[in-house]
T-cell receptor, first 115, second 111 residues
Framework: DSGVTQTPKHLITATGQRVTLRCSPR?????VYWYQQSLDQGLQFLIQYYNGEERAKGNILERFSAQQFPDLHSELNLSSLELGDSALYFC??????????????FGPGTRLTVL | EDQVTQSPEALRLQEGESSSLNCSYTVSGLRGLFWYRQDPGKGPEFLFT???AGEEKEKERLKATLTKKESFLHITAPKPEDSATYLC????????????FGSGTRLLVRP
């Protein structure tokens, strides 16, 4: 158990809908990262937050957005869902980006299925 | 463009048959190379971080090594419970702290 929690574990929805994925980082971690894992693309970085502020963006679609709240939990919002958005979505957390031993610890993921 | 390539894609071993997994990388500047283990349907589990060429780290039957262009994950006398996908990732020297992952090596250890 990494200490990172994600809810829900599974999500089944229809095309065009909007969903919210939630992540709570490990106690003491200030930085949260979101990744998408699909069969053909592997693990892809989406976005990073540090202490409530957006720090870096990866291949995140405009239909997707995220935020980190004052209690450091984070939410990833996916809207206008398409079949191709079906994937595993992982959240990871780390102490702070600049720390030398800045390993990222991953949560169990949310499996999103868009029908 | 920063890139990570892992080989082989899949590896089948008999229990006790040692082998190595390869991770080659192209990155503008390396801040760290990470190895993770991932079981089906679960999140990646952190194994090692390597920072500079020549560095080695060990954990039970696993040993990770790093050169300027690649990293190896050596598995000594593997057991069936070592079966998993092993992922390699790099963090580049830039303003982001994202990890760039390879596609992984699926390891199956047969009893």
């Amino acid at each position: 158990d990494s200490g990172v929690t994600q809810t829900p574990k599974h999500l089944i929805t229809a095309t065009g809908q909007r969903v919210t994925l939630r992540c709570s980082p490990r106690s003491g971690d200030l930085s949260v990262y979101w990744y998408q894992q699909s069969l053909d693309q592997g693990l892809q970085f989406l976005i990073q937050y540090y202490n409530g502020e957006e720090r870096a963006k990866g291949n995140i679609l405009e239909r997707f957005s995220a935020q980190q709240f004052p209690d450091l939990h984070s939410e990833l919002n996916l809207s206008s869902l398409e079949l191709g958005d079906s994937a595993l979505y992982f959240c990871a957390s780390s102490v702070e980006p600049g720390a030398h031993d800045n390993e990222q610890f991953f949560g169990p993921g949310t499996r999103l299925t868009v029908l | 463009e920063d890139q990570v390539t892992q080989s082989p894609e899949a590896l089948r071993l008999q229990e006790g048959e040692s082998s190595s997994l390869n991770c080659s990388y192209t990155v503008s500047g390396l801040r760290g190379l990470f190895w993770y283990r991932q079981d089906p349907g679960k999140g990646p589990e952190f194994l090692f971080t390597l920072y500079s060429a020549g560095e080695e780290k060990e954990k039970e039957r696993l040993k990770a090594t790093l050169t300027k262009k690649e990293s190896f994950l050596h598995i000594t006398a593997p057991k069936p419970e070592d079966s998993a996908t092993y992922l390699c990732a790099v963090r580049a020297v830039d303003s982001s702290y994202k990890l760039i992952f390879g596609s992984g090596t699926r390891l199956l250890v047969r009893p």
